[in-house]
């Protein structure tokens, strides 16, 4: 069965800085990968996805992934961080199972930014 | 075009009450999940539908029920509830193709609180 690692409950990172939240899963095919962004109250909102191809995906809100295989990772980055990217962040991994597709989530990581 | 829409958005019970919880979307996609979130454990898969009158287990299915007797709505039940049942609920929908049916449009969430 697949499963998500985000090893990395909370992350307080100064506005302006540059960020990395780390994600990694275990699948025994080609994974299909996510990660969603959840603010405060609201629902879950996809950030990017990576299905093949380049190994380096751009998303939304200036945010990218790179999913590297060798280490069964797919960590988020961004190069300033602006105030309102304060949220919780979720990486999942996508599987076909008998019926359907399921996404599978790791346990989040809430981000903080100092001002 | 409201996406998906849940209602209530929070809730109440007792232990032993049942309950439904709605879900609706106007996009019309085939898939929809529901899913529960509980502190540092992501999100869970509790039951989803492949298309109307098609619905499967995920997870964490026991103690609720789903139907879909239409594309739009997908409620998910509590038939007795349980304090182990309090947490944030969330309904999503997906296009339903094999990849995009991966890219899932989450509501609002609906909070419920067993006493």
């Known amino acids: 069965a697949q499963s998500v690692t985000q090893p990395d409950i909370h992350i307080t990172v100064s506005e302006g800085a540059s960020l990395e939240l780390r994600c990694n899963y275990s699948y025994g095919a080609t994974p299909y990968l996510f990660w969603y962004v959840q603010s405060p109250g609201q629902g879950l909102q996809l950030l990017l996805k990576?299905?093949?191809?380049?190994?380096l995906v751009q998303g939304i809100k200036g945010f990218e992934a790179e999913f590297k295989r060798s280490q069964s990772s797919f960590n988020l980055r961004k190069p300033s961080v602006h105030w309102s990217d304060a949220a919780e962040y979720f990486c999942?991994?996508?599987?076909?199972?008998?019926?359907?597709?399921?996404?599978?989530f790791g346990g989040g990581t809430r981000l903080m930014v100092k001002p | 075009n409201a996406g998906v829409t849940q209602t209530p958005k929070f809730q109440v019970l007792k232990t032993g009450q049942s309950m439904t919880l709605q879900c609706a979307q106007d996009?019309?996609?085939?898939?929809m999940s529901w899913y529960r979130q509980d502190p540092g454990m992501g999100l869970r898969l509790i039951h989803y539908s492949v298309g109307a009158g098609i619905t499967d287990q995920g997870e964490v299915p026991n103690g609720y029920n789903v139907s879909r007797s239409t594309t739009e709505d997908f409620p998910l039940r509590l038939l007795s509830a349980a304090p182990s049942q309090t947490s944030v609920y969330f309904c999503?929908?997906?296009?339903?193709?094999?990849?995009?049916?991966?890219?899932?449009?989450f509501g609002p969430g609906t909070r419920l609180t067993v006493t």
């Open positions: 999503a929908s997906s296009p339903g193709l094999p990849r995009s049916s991966y890219e899932q449009y």
């Open positions: 996009m019309n996609h085939e898939y």
């Open positions: 990576y299905f093949s191809g380049d190994t």
């Open positions: 999942a991994v996508g599987s076909v199972n008998n019926a359907g597709n399921m996404l599978t």
